[in-house]
């Protein structure tokens, strides 16, 4: 059998024990059933996936097969090349890491019949968008994901935050759904060329691909969390299950990224220069102002939301480096921002669904997502708390872990820009550099605030002081995923040789051979311009860290000393008393609050002699929700209004707005042909 077989087999598994999850999701024990069997199925899948992308060559025909289903004259069409390879392995590995973790978690569902049939068919789902070679597969495929993660975000339905997110979600992704259908409209042609290999043949004007790329953005950058199509990304994520949640935050939006690449690098020809540009605008924002919301968070899950958006605006700063220098000619440049993007979006995929993990085990063991409610469990649940630490170092970007070093790529590819020639493009990297630094600046400050004011301090709450660790199947998923983060940090040079022929294929070049390098360092460029030696930082953290602990143990004073605490002047002993999430986004706030969220401080001290408790109040508002979304719903709703006298209409007016409705029609087709 072929790869694409035996994934496609998977797939029908994974369909199968959908179907399954429905008559016995009530019964005494289903979550072991369905979720073990997605476990096995998505391993099988992850390593035909991987062992394709390990041997896969520039020349290699891809892996394709066709079935008799779909369209009446197209078929199904289903392929497999590194591109899809190599987002096949993110997904499956995610898929067979969230369900180890469902293992244990399943348990304290409330109500696993509204999860467990909808959990297989979203990794259906995911598999089948990044094997279709045809846009009508695709496209179902597409918004079967869609339908079953929404779904699980309406599990819980009777909260009506819930039921808030879920409609929002399922608006944004029907919006992007309509937009990728124009998409490969516009790219299938008059001929109605819907497969993937007619497309990659033809002629594609400069006027379609800007449209393409317009409504790509739109599609797919809706579902990734591109700003300002971001609104739903931080109601939905939260409000599924913690596993789901990962899956959505860590794997979903790659299948968006995925669907980017796919038609941007693959199918549309060579890029333009300008299409660069609008990526580069879109990611720096992106980044920025995702970061800049994690900040404000309470929330803990809403927290590791809001910072998805923040590092899919990286990975797509690295996306429209790739295209500016693509169109440049500069294909070393490109395959190095390319290898950064695929990186990050690798990496991402790592700590993000381990973040996720770590928020469903405090969840589990407290009941509470307000990180101002925590506190202390690195007391209680010691594990859990190292393990969400790797994952708090990883996605901010600090050495020896993965995410520094797919960032490190993306400012290297940033310092190529100097030779390309256009003057617009000279002087907006370097600015959206500087954006990718704040954000990444944020970003540790962010998640600095969620591990101390989650995991450090003392209990704020009688739920977090009584918490107890979480099962060893949560434990291991974690730890896999922690194991990773630091694998891919220590040894990266591995890592972007193995995403070598995907670049060949899509740019037609590839970073230098980095296993070859000495000592395991990696060379971006050239040597003389800049490398970087991950296995060497974590052995000197290592060695530098154990030195200092066994001196202070050994020649360190002895002597017991007890004094109070410093209390900041305040002698009160209450936990509320500390340092919490509004505390770490005072300043923050008070920089960027007024530009970017309108921030308004009330406080109210009452006089000498006066009793009254004094308050304090912060007002923020979401200029993106307020100022586009709002003004949108309120016209729907105007014109909702206006054609309601509609349904009243007799016989014969009905008849003549069908009649009407068909006339234009044929005079969009008669204009069209």
Known sequence: MTSV???LS????LLGMAVLAVPIARSASPTPIIYGASLVFSAIAFVIAFA??????????????VLPLGLPWLGSHFRIDALAALFLVIVNLGGALSSLYGLGYGRHEHAPHRVLPFFPAFLAGMNLVIMADDAFTFLISWEFMSLASWAMVMAHHRDAGNRKAGYLYIVMASFGTLALLLAFGLLAGADGNYGFAAMRMSEHTPFTAGLVLILLLLGAGSKAGLVPLHVWLPLAHPAAPSHVSALMSGVMTKVAVYAFIRVIFDLIGAPTWWSGVIVLVLGGGTAVLGILHAMMERDLKRLLAYSTIE????????LGLALAFKANGMDLAAALALTAALFHALNHSF???????????VLTATGERDMDKLGGLIHRMPVTSFLFLIGCVAISALPPFNGFVSEWLAFQAILQSPDLPQWGLKILVPAVGGLLALSAALAGACFVKAFGITFLGRPRTVVAEQALEVDRFSHAAMSVLAALCLFAGILPGIIIDGLAPVTLSLIGDRMPVQTDIPWLSIVPVAESRSSYNGLLVFLFTLLSASLTVYLIHRFASRRLRRAPAWDCGFPEVNPMTQYGGGSFAQPVRRVFGTLIFRARERVDIPAPGDLRPAHFAVETHDLIWEGLYLPIAGAVGFVAEKLNHLQFLTIRRYLSLVFLALVFLLLVLALWS
């Open 311 to 318: 590092n899919i605006g990286v990975i797509f700063v690295g």
């Open 351 to 361: 700590f993000k669904s381990l973040l996720f993990f770590g928020a469903g085990a």
């Open 10 to 13: 998977c797939v029908a598994a």
């Open 5 to 7: 077989s035996i994934l």
């Open 52 to 65: 394709y992308l390990a041997t896969a060559l520039p020349a290699a025909e891809a892996s394709a097969l």
